[in-house]
C-alpha cells in the first residue's frame, strides 16, 4: 500500500511570496504517478498539477511547478507570486499506474495554504 | 457538457435509515469511484469501477454498497446509515486506459450527516 504524508497542515504567506508545500510518499511502484489537487472554500477538487515518475523533468503549469525527487520520494509545490485565489486546502496524491484495474488516487492531509493581503 | 453531478449537496439522516448518493457524469468516462472525505483528512477511496457491470472495493468500503448499470450512473447506496459515516462524499471520473492517469474529475460533493 501507498502512503501520502503532508508535513504543514497549515501555512500562511504574504500576497506576491512564494511559498513551497512538502509532499513525501512512501512506495514499492516504479510506475505511478503524483498529483497536487487544490480545494477552496467552495470545496471543489481542482488539479493543480501532475508528475509522471518515469519523467526526470519537474512539471510546471504558470506560477506552480514541483520538485521531484524520486529517490528521496519527495513531490514539493512551489507556489510563485501567490495570490489571494490561491487561498485552499491543497492536497497530493499519488496513483500507482496498474494494468488492468484501478486503485484510485491516494491523498495526503493536506495543507491549508492562505494567502494575506 | 455538466461534467460530473451529485445530488444531493447536502443530506441529514438519522441513524439506521438508509438512502443512495447519485452521481452521473456525462463524459463517456469508464472509470468512477467515490471517495470520503473527513476533517483532517485526505480523501480516501470507497469503491471504484472501471466500466459498466465491473465495481471493486477501495480502502473504506464497509456500510456501502455500489452498482454500476450505465456508464454514465455510479449510486452509492448506505444501507444502514451510522455517525461514522458523517463525511463528504465525493464522486470522481476519468477518460479510459491511460486517461485516468491525466486527471480525475470531481463532482462538487456531498455532505452528508448522520445524527
Known amino acids: 500500500a501507498q502512503t501520502v504524508t503532508q508535513s504543514q497542515p497549515e501555512m500562511s504567506v504574504q500576497e506576491a511570496e512564494t511559498v513551497t508545500l512538502s509532499c513525501t510518499y512512501d512506495t514499492s511502484e516504479n510506475n505511478y504517478y503524483l498529483f497536487w489537487y487544490k480545494q477552496p472554500p467552495s470545496r471543489q477538487m481542482i488539479l493543480v498539477i501532475r508528475?509522471?515518475?518515469?519523467?526526470?523533468q519537474n512539471a510546471t503549469e504558470n506560477r506552480f511547478s514541483v520538485n521531484f525527487q524520486k529517490a528521496a520520494k519527495s513531490f514539493s509545490l512551489k507556489i510563485s507570486d501567490s495570490q489571494l485565489g490561491d487561498t485552499a486546502m491543497y492536497f497530493c496524491?499519488?496513483?500507482?499506474?496498474?494494468?488492468?484495474?484501478?486503485?484510485?488516487?491516494?491523498f495526503g492531509k493536506g495543507t491549508h495554504l492562505i494567502i494575506q493581503p | 457538457n455538466a461534467g460530473v453531478t451529485q445530488t444531493p449537496k447536502f443530506q441529514v439522516l438519522k441513524t439506521g435509515q438508509s438512502m443512495t448518493l447519485q452521481c452521473a457524469q456525462d463524459m463517456n468516462h469508464e472509470y468512477m469511484s467515490w471517495y470520503r472525505q473527513d476533517p483532517g483528512m485526505g480523501l480516501r477511496l470507497i469503491h471504484y469501477s472501471v466500466g459498466a457491470g465491473i465495481t471493486d472495493q477501495g480502502e473504506v468500503p464497509n456500510g456501502y454498497n455500489v452498482s454500476r448499470s450505465t456508464t454514465e450512473d455510479f449510486p452509492l447506496r448506505l444501507l444502514s446509515a451510522a455517525p461514522s459515516q458523517t463525511s463528504v462524499y465525493f464522486c470522481?471520473?476519468?477518460?479510459?486506459?491511460?486517461?485516468?492517469?491525466?486527471?480525475?474529475?470531481f463532482g462538487p460533493g456531498t455532505r452528508l450527516t448522520v445524527l
Open positions: 508528475q509522471e515518475a518515469y519523467k526526470q
Open positions: 470522481a471520473s476519468s477518460p479510459p486506459g491511460q486517461g485516468r492517469y491525466n486527471e480525475q474529475f
Open positions: 496524491a499519488f496513483m500507482k499506474h496498474s494494468g488492468g484495474g484501478a486503485d484510485g488516487l491516494t
